[in-house]
């Protein structure tokens, strides 16, 4: 099976400017997950989608972030306007399930690198 | 969330034996215990999970302590592809994850 795809793999852009992360999960997986890790910080949780509606968006930094998954599919994360903290890499991961007690198995994607100047 | 400690680092030869150590002393009884390991510019990659049995896969097993306040991730016979940052992970059935430092782990070949 396909793995997790996210898309660009990287993305030089100036402060102010807009940018648009593409993820495709698994197919058939209803949970899709967006983390990230900004420089020299441990990888932090921003949101989590059940088919096309937002779970926990708990994670989310400020409304410069906007996540979306129309129709339950693929899902992208808009960065507007990107500040210079936002650099990082942007992980997307998807489940089939939550699993029972925790049990639940994450497939991450490779991630996108941002870089905002 | 359940809080973890790992060692900064290991180092391993290759072909030995690997013990990742990880302590969560304040684990709730219903946590599973997960593992995953991120290889250098990839993403976190699924290793193992568990919840009071040690469990045992193609990839490595997973012993946990009869109290559940550690448990220790094993790697039968390292190669140099699993040098990685290695993320010991309490799950809390409808929580999401936190990555915490994790234990970057280097082989020698």
């Known amino acids: 099976e396909a793995g997790v795809t996210q898309f660009p793999s990287h993305s030089v852009i100036e402060k102010g400017q807009t940018v648009t992360l593409r993820c495709d999960p698994i197919s058939g997986h209803d949970n899709l997950y967006w983390y990230r890790r900004v420089m020299g910080k441990e990888i932090k949780f921003l949101l989590h989608f059940v088919k096309e509606s937002k779970q926990d968006e708990s994670g989310m930094p400020n409304n410069r972030f906007l996540a979306e998954r129309t129709g339950g599919t693929y899902s992208t994360l808009k960065v507007q306007p990107a500040e210079l903290e936002d650099s990082g890499v942007y992980f997307c991961?998807?489940?089939?399930?939550?699993?029972?007690?925790?049990?639940?198995?994450?497939?991450f994607g490779a991630g996108s690198r941002l870089t905002v100047l | 969330d359940a809080k973890t400690t790992q060692p900064n680092s290991m180092e391993s030869n290759e072909e030995e034996p690997v013990h990742l150590p990880c302590n969560h002393s304040t684990i709730s009884g219903t946590d599973y215990i997960h593992w995953y390991r991120q290889l250098p510019s990839q993403g976190p990659e699924y290793v193992i999970h568990g919840l009071t049995s040690n469990v045992n896969n193609r990839m490595a097993s997973l012993a946990i302590a009869e109290d559940r306040k550690s448990s220790t991730l094993i790697l039968h016979r390292a190669t140099l592809r699993d040098a990685a940052v290695y993320y010991c992970?309490?799950?809390?059935?409808?929580?999401?994850?936190?990555f915490g430092p994790g234990t970057r782990l280097s082989v020698l070949p």
């Open positions: 992970i309490p799950a809390l059935y409808g929580q999401n994850f936190v």
């Open positions: 991961a998807s489940s089939r399930d939550r699993g029972l007690g925790g049990a639940n198995v994450l497939t």
